[in-house]
């Protein structure tokens, strides 16, 4: 691809290095010669073509400019957040940008709840974490990209904030966006409509939207790429492992002071102080929680890490930052979730209280939160 040549489809400048960034073409992927050429971009090639969106990741500034775009417009924002990584996924300060937009905020991946989980409770939840996170969604959606599960819930929400404008898709990368689309395409857009390009509010990319039944139309945004998550550090084949494609089981662990818990190499959980308590990890059923004695951790750490202590891989590991630690106090009485970000969370029963430290990738958000399940 020569320098500088645009998509003629979204505008957006062309690139056959990262198949995972906004602009790609296969090398050696073109149409015609010279003025002629009438070259798109992967994604707009899908979307032509298949009907079907495709996540790209983008910036924080552009990312910016999009939702203060939206706020220059009446609509409805559709907000997706990852169940799994809610503290992490969820837009902060969103309504700044959006300005008075109702936000549907749909809660995607209901599917890895453990069995038995009332989602009822969840969705409380979600409105207690939605409001700590400065967001006042005018409905809260639980639902399953992948299960095809609560969209009869979704699509009664968008009615009821719609009235005839168009719906801004917005997220960050990895929590369903691109499958959750994907499914509203099938199910509510207005097939024979033309897809229109036009261009996002308040930048010179141009988007595709899809025209929807009763009118207006949907518009899908690029996914934030959010650096303090761990899936957005880590390699593809660890990223497998750490995405949970089906429910996950909680592992109990009853851990005495002074007792620590190895997530593969990727993050640590020390009980430091506190008298003996139970404590649930709900990560990844591919991902090894290795338990042992705190003295001496340091050195197993470095000893057994990228092998016994693995997903990542040696090779991989060398890739991520160094651990950095994050010390926390569970008061008595609390039951409180420790989340790391992209990992998933450790329940503490807290009947007591307990000290805490947890190591994970420097950069990796960790948080104190209250419990979900
Ligand atoms: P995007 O980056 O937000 O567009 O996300 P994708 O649609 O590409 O999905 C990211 C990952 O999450 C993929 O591995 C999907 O298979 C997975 N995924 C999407 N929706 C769901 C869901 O409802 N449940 C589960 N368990 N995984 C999902």
Request: net charge positive; charged share 25%; aromatic share 6%.
């Amino acid at each position: 691809i020569r320098h500088r040549l645009k998509c003629s489809g979204c505008g957006v400048e062309l690139q056959s290095e990262d198949p995972s960034r906004a602009g790609y073409v296969p090398p050696g992927a073109g149409g015609g010669k010279g003025k002629d050429a009438k070259i798109v971009c992967k994604r707009c090639f899908r979307i032509r073509h298949y009907n079907e969106a495709v996540s790209v990741p983008m910036d924080d500034a552009q990312f910016l400019r999009i939702l203060s775009g939206i706020g220059a417009t009446r609509s409805t924002v559709l907000h997706i957040v990852d169940l799994f990584d809610f503290d992490g996924s969820v837009i902060p300060g969103l309504h700044r940008f959006v300005g008075d937009n109702p936000v549907v905020l749909a809660v995607n991946k209901a599917d890895l709840l453990p069995k038995g989980v009332n989602q009822n409770r969840t969705v409380n939840w979600i409105r207690k974490l939605a409001k700590e996170n400065g967001l006042k969604p005018a409905e809260v959606v639980l639902l399953s990209a992948k299960l095809n599960a609560g969209f009869d819930r979704l699509l009664e929400a968008l009615r009821n904030h719609r009235n005839g404008r168009d719906i801004y898709v917005v997220g960050a990368t990895n929590v369903g966006k691109s499958t959750l689309i994907n499914r509203l395409i099938s199910d509510y857009s207005d097939l024979d409509g033309e897809l229109t390009v036009s261009p996002y509010p308040g930048t010179t990319l141009d988007v595709v939207s899809v025209p929807l039944e009763d009118g207006g139309a949907m518009i899908d945004t690029p996914g934030i790429v959010y650096p303090w998550r761990l899936t957005e550090m880590v390699g593809p084949a660890t990223l497998r492992a750490v995405l949970p494609d089906k429910f996950v089981k909680p592992r109990v662990y009853q851990l005495d002071e002074r007792q620590t818990l190895f997530f593969g190499a990727l993050a640590r959980f020390d009980f430091v102080k506190g008298e003996h308590q139970s404590f649930t990890c709900y990560v990844s059923n591919g991902i090894h929680v290795h338990r042992r004695k705190l003295d001496g951790a340091d050195e197993f750490w470095e000893k057994h890490r990228g092998e016994l202590l693995s997903p990542p891989n040696a090779g991989e590991l060398a890739s991520l930052p160094p651990l950095a630690r994050h010390s926390l106090r569970i008061p008595p009485g609390a039951k409180m979730d420790v989340s790391i970000s992209g990992l998933g969370w450790i329940q503490c029963s807290g009947l007591t209280g307990a000290m805490i430290d947890v190591y994970a990738p420097k950069g990796v958000k960790v948080v104190l939160r209250p419990s979900m399940i």
